[in-house]
């Protein structure tokens, strides 16, 4: 079965230092990754997406994200924080083709200091 | 523009009272899901449809009920047999994969339901 681990539940970073949030990921063939956001009261909003290609996916808002196949890895990376970003973070998991579901991790709050 | 839509935003429901959440997408998607979640609890599937009159259960499908009447919408039904409701509740949509592609979900802005 596939699963998502995010192992940070909160992070606090200071406005312009740089950030990362981790994702692993267990699937039995190729993943189709995803890293989504949500401000508090809302839907998800979709920042970025991997499926084959190019291991470092640049996504909106400034962030990007490195596929690493070796450590199951898929974290997203930002080089300077703004007071804006302060929301969830959620990595997602899925099957390439047709209407495959998605299995999400539990999340990462990612809080910034002024 | 084209999205999802959800209503209500917030939703009471009494005990022993079904209560209807409503999502609709004018995305021409064939896809929908049904997404739960409870703080610290990531999102949990709870029902998904592929094309119009059918659907599946997703992990948390006990005490829900769904339709696919139509393309454009899937409606759940929280029914009294779940036994803790609260939660937000996410509705989403895509398109099929095709060859080498894949298309991401796209969400609604939930509804958040409570108990009186």
């Known amino acids: 079965a596939q699963s998502v681990t995010q192992p940070d539940i909160h992070i606090t970073v200071s406005e312009g230092a740089s950030l990362e949030l981790r994702c692993n990921y267990s699937y039995g063939a190729t993943p189709y990754l995803f890293w989504y956001v949500q401000s508090p009261g809302q839907g998800l909003q979709l920042l970025l997406k991997y499926f084959s290609g190019d291991t470092l996916v640049q996504g909106i808002k400034g962030f990007e994200a490195e596929f690493k196949r070796s450590q199951s890895s898929f974290n997203l990376r930002k080089p300077s924080v703004h007071w804006s970003d302060a929301a969830e973070y959620f990595c997602?998991?899925?099957?390439?083709?047709?209407?495959?579901?998605?299995?999400f991790g539990k999340g990462t709050m990612l809080l910034v200091s002024p | 523009d084209g999205g999802i839509t959800q209503s209500p935003k917030y939703l009471f429901r009494k005990e022993g009272q079904n209560v209807t959440l409503s999502c609709e997408q004018n995305?021409?998607?064939?896809?929908m899901y049904w997404y739960r979640q409870d703080p610290g609890q990531g999102l949990r599937l709870i029902y998904y449809s592929q094309i119009v009159n059918d659907f599946q259960k997703g992990d948390i499908a006990e005490g829900y009920s769904v339709s696919r009447e139509k393309k454009e919408s899937f409606p759940l039904t929280v029914t009294s047999a779940q036994k803790n409701p609260t939660a937000f509740y996410l509705c989403a949509s895509r398109q099929p994969a095709g060859e080498g592609s894949n298309q991401p979900q796209h969400f609604g802005d939930g509804t958040r339901l409570s108990i009186l």
């Open positions: 995305l021409n998607h064939d896809a």
């Open positions: 997602a998991v899925g099957a390439l083709g047709g209407y495959s579901t998605l299995t």
